[in-house]
């Protein structure tokens, strides 16, 4: 069982940063691969990042690919999404998930965090 909390959400203007942070409960959080999720009001829940258990290997979405990092640290169980050069249409409830397999297909996790809101104001 994995519990996860995002934190760093906020309201920035077009072309700035934040920074989102995930952390998990737990002994096994290195034994899980992580993502970061998104859904914008009236649309569907959409992927931004993956990254392994171990850190080596990210994936991310052709929309994000160049403005958003995604690192972990194993020892503080906690994954990150670095967001910078924000756009409007970044603007959503930005969500963390778990699961054993690496993958950009939200059906595939089985743990989730509650959300956090970034605004893009342009």
């Known amino acids: 069982q994995v519990q996860l909390v995002e934190s760093g959400g906020g309201l920035v203007q077009a072309g700035g940063s934040l920074r989102l942070s995930c952390a998990a409960s737990?002994?096994?959080?290195?034994?899980?691969?992580m993502g970061w999720f998104r859904q914008a009001p009236g649309k569907e829940r959409e992927f931004v990042a993956a990254i392994s258990w171990s850190g080596g290997s990210t994936y991310y979405a052709d929309s994000v690919k160049g403005r958003f990092t995604i690192s972990r640290d194993n020892a503080k169980n906690t994954v990150y999404l670095q967001m910078n050069s924000l756009k409007p249409e970044d603007t959503a409830v930005y969500y963390c998930a778990a699961d054993f397999d690496y993958s950009d297909y939200d059906r595939e996790y089985d743990y989730w965090g509650q959300g956090t809101q970034v605004t893009v104001s342009s």
């Open positions: 737990g002994r096994t959080f290195s034994s899980y691969a």
